[in-house]
C-alpha cells in the first residue's frame, strides 16, 4: 500500500464505449502523473500535472483526455479507444523533482 | 533524451543466492530510482538514491554518479522478490523520470 489508489482495478471496455480512471492521493504531493504500461515495452509517462497545472503531454493521442481538479485527484477519460490501447494504467504521485510513488494500476482491455 | 539501460534482462536465481542488477545512465542524473513491480503489476518504490549507497534489509543500492551507472543489490533472495525490477532517472529539473526496461527477475524455491 504506497497511499495511491486507483479504480477501476480491471477494465474491459468497446471502442465506441467512454470511461475514466481515477487515481486519489491523499500524501500531500503536488505532482501526479499517468503511465501507461504495455506488453514487453518500458514505461510510457504519459501526461504530468504540477500544482494542478499539466506540465507534460507526451504526445498522447486526444482518445486520452486527462483532468486534474485538485491535488489530490487525477482522472484519465478515455473514448474511441483502439485494442492496441489494452494496457496497464498506472498513476503516481511525488513531490516534484523528488520520489514518485505509484498506484495499484487499472488493467485495460479494449474490444 | 537521456538514455537508461539495465541488465541483466533476464535473472533466474535459486532461493538463498544473491544477485547484482545494474542500471546505466548516459547523462548526469539529480534523481535516480529503483523500483520493484511484482506479478500485479504494483510498482514499489525501492531507494531514492542520486548518489551515495543505501540499505534496506535484504537490499542495498549504490550509485556512481561520475561513472553514471547505479547497482541494486539482493541478498538471500527470495520468491517474494520475482517480479521486474526498474531502473528510472531524471537528468534536470523537473523533467520526467526516463524508465529503463526492467530486469526480470525469477526466484525459485
Known amino acids: 500500500e504506497t497511499g495511491v489508489t486507483q479504480t477501476p482495478r480491471h477494465l474491459v471496455m468497446g471502442m465506441t464505449n467512454k470511461k475514466s480512471l481515477k487515481c486519489e492521493q491523499h500524501?500531500?504531493?503536488?505532482?501526479m502523473y499517468w503511465y501507461k504500461q504495455s506488453a514487453k515495452k518500458p514505461l510510457e509517462l504519459m501526461f504530468v500535472y504540477n500544482f494542478k497545472e499539466q506540465t507534460e503531454n507526451n504526445s498522447v493521442p486526444s482518445r486520452f483526455s486527462p483532468e486534474c481538479p485538485n491535488s489530490s485527484h487525477l482522472f484519465l477519460h478515455l473514448h474511441t479507444l483502439q485494442p492496441e490501447d489494452s494496457a496497464l494504467y498506472l498513476c503516481?504521485?511525488?513531490?516534484?523533482?523528488?520520489?514518485?510513488?505509484f498506484g495499484p494500476g487499472t488493467r485495460l482491455t479494449v474490444l | 533524451g537521456i538514455q537508461v539501460e539495465q541488465s541483466p534482462p533476464d535473472l533466474i536465481l535459486q532461493e538463498g543466492a544473491n544477485s547484482t542488477l545494474r542500471c546505466n545512465f548516459s547523462d548526469s542524473v539529480n534523481n535516480l530510482q529503483w523500483f520493484h513491480q511484482n506479478p500485479w503489476g504494483q510498482l514499489i518504490n525501492l531507494f531514492y538514491?542520486?548518489?551515495g549507497t543505501k540499505q534496506n534489509g535484504r537490499l542495498s543500492a549504490t550509485t556512481v554518479a561520475t561513472e553514471r551507472y547505479s547497482l541494486l543489490y539482493i541478498s538471500s533472495s527470495q520468491t517474494t522478490d520475482s517480479g521486474v525490477y526498474f531502473c528510472a532517472v531524471r537528468n534536470s529539473g523537473n523533467t520526467p523520470l526516463v524508465f529503463g526496461k526492467g530486469t526480470r527477475l525469477s526466484v525459485i524455491a
Open positions: 500524501l500531500g504531493h503536488n505532482a
Open positions: 503516481a504521485s511525488g513531490l516534484a523533482g523528488v520520489t514518485q510513488y
Open positions: 538514491i542520486p548518489s
